[in-house]
């Protein structure tokens, strides 16, 4: 499907039907709008490269989700009535920002593998060589060239990919946690998880769940992380339930 511009050009992404959208969807880290093209097939809906992905250019400056649900907004206020706001992963992050920030843009939000709060057990402790290099820098025996020698070698996939400001995006929503949001959300929320999910395990959304006023969770069985590609229907039935409840 062709591109289409938002937001006087700064952002690009698909729009599905001919109508004003009902959907709007929001990818994660390192994918692009194409994830939701199963799901979103047939709807009045529009899936956003978000900035620094796909066609989209970064943002112009470092900062977390609450960055992007500022840029995004623009997005929902093109659309006449208020959408299903649908995230995955870190898309989600900004998901539930969004839904906090423009409660009044938003009809139901529909989340799928969305690092929503730290792990139950605490997060995963980077590399002891990592962790020593960094003590070492705040005492001023290494430099901060050797640091990020360090972050190269032993940091994440994603923050080996990541440059320039992308990369603080990633180190700053990566210790992010929502408690506030949740709490604060009104509109319904789907949960769509897959029991497989290592990124953002079902605890998670069993605890996100407790938090939110009006909360649906729905595992999927042998589903990883990537339910948008790999379960579009699931998805799909979500968002259908969500789009019915707003008629």
Not at 158 to 173: C, E, F, I, K, N
Request: proline letters at 6%; hydrophobic letters at 40%; glycine letters at 10%.
């Amino acid at each position: 499907m062709a591109l289409s511009s938002f937001v006087d050009g700064t952002l690009f992404g698909t729009r599905f039907g001919y109508d004003a959208a009902r959907v709007v969807a929001l990818h994660g880290w390192g994918r692009s709008h194409k994830d939701f093209t199963a799901s979103l097939d047939g709807l009045n809906a529009i899936s956003i490269d978000l900035p620094g992905f796909g066609a989209s250019p970064p943002p112009p400056h470092k900062g977390g989700a609450s960055l992007y649900a500022d840029l995004l907004s623009p997005v929902l206020e093109e659309c006449k009535t208020p959408v299903i706001l649908v995230g995955h992963s870190f898309g989600g992050r900004v998901a539930v920002h969004l839904a906090e920030q423009r409660p009044a843009l938003i009809g139901g939000l529909v989340l799928t593998g969305v690092p929503l709060l730290h792990r139950a057990h605490g997060r995963q402790r980077p590399a002891l060589p990592y962790r020593l290099g960094r003590l070492m820098n705040r005492f001023g025996l290494i430099k901060d060239e050797s640091l990020e020698e360090l972050r190269e070698k032993y940091g994440s996939a994603d923050y080996r990919a990541a440059s320039g400001v992308m990369r603080d995006v990633l180190v700053t929503v990566v210790n992010e946690s929502y408690e506030q949001q949740l709490r604060s959300i009104s509109v319904p929320v789907d949960l769509v998880w897959g029991d497989g999910d290592n990124a953002a395990p079902p605890e998670i959304a069993s605890r996100a769940e407790a938090l939110l006023t009006d909360a649906r969770l729905t595992l999927l069985g042998g589903v990883d992380h990537f339910v948008p590609t790999n379960a579009p229907q699931a998805l799909r039935e979500a968002i259908d339930r969500r789009l019915g409840a707003l008629r």
